[in-house]
């Protein structure tokens, strides 16, 4: 059996690998760990350098002045901050599989994509999975209406069930695992 983890950096996205952590090692699953990045979250970098055009014109002290507004220049270009973005998502989902799913298979997918949801169900799709396991933050009222839930999305678009993990889950797991009883209600 395989299941799609969907993580997105926070805390919230890894109580999903939390709460599957113990079922997956136990059943043997293939675990293939998502990230969708949107392009235009990742920008290039300048330095702090800048760049002075000077003029050879001088004034009456023999100095030399510029015409022109100082330049920043560029640390890295936009490919090599897409690059990096990647490799540094690579690692994470990679960091998340040994903490949470030690010595189990996981499979690191990096997507880019401004259609979140759309990219989580095409992996899951691509990947064969028997379900694609999520956390949300469980926003209401306007922050919902304004922000959306990539999380509702993915239920209402995904062709295999979705277990949405809740912002709650993570103390229930850390309560569950210290044994204290009535944080784990």
């Known amino acids: 059996m395989r299941v799609l983890i969907t993580l997105d950096g926070s805390e919230i996205g890894e109580s999903a690998a939390a709460a599957v952590a113990e079922w997956a090692l136990e059943s043997r699953a293939d675990i293939v760990l998502t990230m969708v990045i949107h392009p235009e979250d990742i920008k290039q970098t300048r330095s702090g350098e800048y760049h002075h055009t000077l003029t050879p014109k001088g004034t009456m002290g023999g100095h030399l002045i510029s015409l022109e507004e100082p330049q920043q220049r560029m640390a890295e270009t936009r490919e090599q901050a897409l690059e990096r973005a990647r490799i540094d998502a690579e690692a994470y989902l990679s960091k998340v599989a040994e903490h949470y799913l030690p010595g189990a298979p996981a499979q690191p997918v990096v997507e880019w994509d401004d259609d979140v949801a759309g990219a989580i169900v095409r992996a899951a799709d691509k990947s064969d999975v028997a379900f694609i396991a999520m956390g949300t933050h469980g926003r209401t009222g306007l922050g919902h ?41």
Request: aromatic share 0%; hydrophobic share 45%.
């Open 145 to 185: 209406a304004i922000l959306g839930s990539v999380a509702e999305e993915v239920v209402r678009r995904a062709h295999v069930p979705v277990l949405v993990i809740g912002p709650k889950t993570r103390e229930r797991l850390a309560a569950a695992s210290t044994g204290d009883s009535k944080a784990s209600r």
